[in-house]
Structure formats: C-alpha cells, structure tokens
C-alpha cells in the first residue's frame, strides 16, 4: 500500500528526518515557477531511466503539482522495490497553501 502525507505533515518529517529526499517530478516549466528548496528534481519520464540513482534506504516524498503524477511514479518506484516512498498529498498546490504561502503557485 502506498502512503501519503499532507503537505503540513511532510514539512515536519523534512525538520526531524534531514535524510528525507524529496522528489519533484514535475516538469522544467513547472519547476521554473516554484520550487522546495533542497528538491531532487527528476521529471515523471525520465524515472524509468534514472530510478536506479534514488535512494532506497530513507524517505523518499515524491511531489508533483497536485498529487496525481507523483502516485504513478510510486507505483512504478514500488514495483521497483522501493518500500519508504511517500506521495506529498496535494502536491506542490497543498505545500504552497499549508506550509510556505509566499511560494508561486499555479
């Protein structure tokens, strides 16, 4: 099964767990107006070619606009043997509202 956090929620594992890697995968036009600061950014096709470089032995919260994307991409990254991924509920829109509202969104 896989597990998803609020946007409120992750902001506190990412200032108690400072290994937590947060993946963006959104594309580089997305990326170009807002961002996490800190993000691992890996756009949703090229995860098949570059999934072999993430880390599977730390929370892994994959991010993208609204959720939706980020959920495929962990389906894909559990197939692949990952246990400790996590899809940021909301996306980069529920970070943006809940945790930094000076942030752009669109």
Not at 51 to 63: F, G, I, M
Not at 68 to 80: G, P
Not at 85 to 90: A, E, K, V
Request: aromatic share 4%; net charge negative; proline share 6%.
């Amino acid at each position: 099964m896989n597990k998803e956090i609020s946007a409120s929620e992750a902001a506190i594992l990412r200032e108690n767990n400072p290994e937590a890697v947060f993946l963006d995968v959104r594309e580089d036009s997305e990326l170009a107006i807002c961002r996490i600061e800190g993000a691992l950014h890996i756009p949703m096709g090229e995860i098949p070619e570059r999934h072999t470089a993430l880390p599977k032995d730390v929370p892994l919260v994959v991010l993208c606009h609204h959720g939706m994307r980020s959920m495929n991409v962990i389906q894909f990254l559990a197939a692949k043997g990952f246990e400790n991924t996590i899809n940021l509920s909301g996306g980069i829109h529920a970070w943006a509202s809940d945790v930094d509202p000076a942030m752009r969104s669109y």
